[in-house]
């Protein structure tokens, strides 16, 4: 009789455990993707404040409009020559 209870708890727990298991792999897989994520967004906020302070520079400040200007377009003031 404590045998045939015994196989029966062995069973029945693993019985629970196939049922459980696939859903706690994929919570814990949906909890690392979570945790991905979040760390692009804060990736992503730093660059789009980044690209505010830049366009907000490029709006006000002509000194670095023209910087930016000649450094990532090429451009050169009218007489100048560029050398590459």
């Given at each position: 009789?404590?045998?045939?209870?015994?196989?029966?708890?062995?069973?029945?727990?693993?019985?629970?455990?196939?049922?459980?298991?696939p859903g706690?792999?994929?919570?814990?897989?949906?909890?690392?993707?979570?945790?991905?994520?979040?760390?692009?967004?804060e990736?992503?906020?730093?660059?789009?404040?980044?690209?505010?302070?830049?366009?907000?520079?490029?709006?006000?400040?002509?000194?670095?409009?023209?910087?930016?200007?000649?450094?990532?377009?090429?451009m050169?003031?009218?007489?100048?020559?560029?050398?590459?």
């Open positions: 009789m404590a045998k045939k209870k015994l196989i029966l708890i062995l069973l029945l727990l693993a019985g629970i455990i196939t049922v459980f298991l706690f792999s994929k919570l814990q897989e949906l909890k690392e993707q979570n945790e991905n994520l979040k760390r692009r967004i990736i992503l906020t730093r660059a789009n404040a980044d690209l505010r302070k830049s366009k907000e520079k490029l709006e006000n400040d002509p000194s670095y409009a023209e910087k930016v200007a000649r450094e990532k377009l090429g050169a003031r009218k007489g100048e020559i560029i050398l590459k």
